[in-house]
Every structure is written in structure tokens, then in C-alpha cells.
């Protein structure tokens, strides 16, 4: 189980972290991603990170803006998300798999997703 939370409302330019908790045995070994889907589109990659922390990849409009990282111990996946612009507001989910991946099908397990609202 999966659990995201850290959305809110921020002006652009800000900054938020995400969080996603798991529960379960299979998290240290599992890849976590970060998908987002804004209202009108479809769900879209964001940030994807191996099970040991030492594999990550961003989608293109993201990179050098936001950070993925993990804390097996306290099976949490964190993104930080720095200077926020409108086209980041979307519902974040975080998902997690045993395959290294940016496409959506490869992943089984998702959160419920939080909210992320950008004002300009």
C-alpha cells in the first residue's frame, strides 16, 4: 500500500515535497515512481528512482527542478519539488514495481495521489 501526501497550494517559483509511505515487504526492493495528471490529460511520467536509491530518471520538463530520493528504512520516497510553475499543478501519484521504468503499465501498486496546485 502507498500512501502520497505533501500537496497543497503554492505560488510559482516555491517549493513542496512530496512524500510517499509504503507499507509491505517489497519496498527496499521495488522501484518508486512519481506520475501526475492534470485535469484534461493524461496521467504523465515525472521522476522514477531504482530500489537502492542509486538509479533515478526525470522527465524532461522536470529536470534540475525536482529531486526523487528514498529512505528504505523509513519506506518513503520523497520528491522535492523547487521552483513550481503553473504547468506543475496536477493530482501526483506515486507507484512502485519491480521494474526500473517511466511508462505507467509497468507499475501495479499506486497511491491515492495528492494534489498540487500552482498559482501564477
Known amino acids: 500500500q502507498l500512501q502520497a501526501c505533501g500537496g497543497g497550494l503554492v505560488q510559482a517559483g516555491n517549493s513542496l515535497r512530496l512524500s510517499c509511505a509504503a507499507s509491505g515487504r517489497t519496498f527496499s526492493t521495488s522501484a518508486v515512481g512519481w506520475f501526475r495528471q492534470a485535469p484534461g490529460k493524461e496521467r504523465e511520467f515525472v521522476a522514477v528512482?531504482?530500489?537502492?536509491?542509486?538509479?533515478?530518471e526525470y522527465a524532461d520538463s522536470v529536470k534540475g527542478r525536482f529531486t526523487i530520493s528514498r529512505d528504505n528504512a523509513k519506506k518513503t520516497v520523497y520528491l522535492q519539488m523547487n521552483s513550481l510553475k503553473p504547468e506543475d499543478m496536477a493530482v501526483y501519484y506515486c507507484?512502485?514495481?519491480?521494474?526500473?521504468?517511466?511508462?505507467?503499465?509497468?507499475?501495479?501498486?499506486w497511491g491515492q495521489g495528492t494534489q498540487v496546485t500552482v498559482s501564477s
Open positions: 507507484t512502485a514495481g519491480l521494474r526500473f521504468s517511466a511508462t505507467s503499465d509497468a507499475y501495479v501498486y
Open positions: 528512482i531504482s530500489w537502492s536509491g542509486g538509479g533515478t
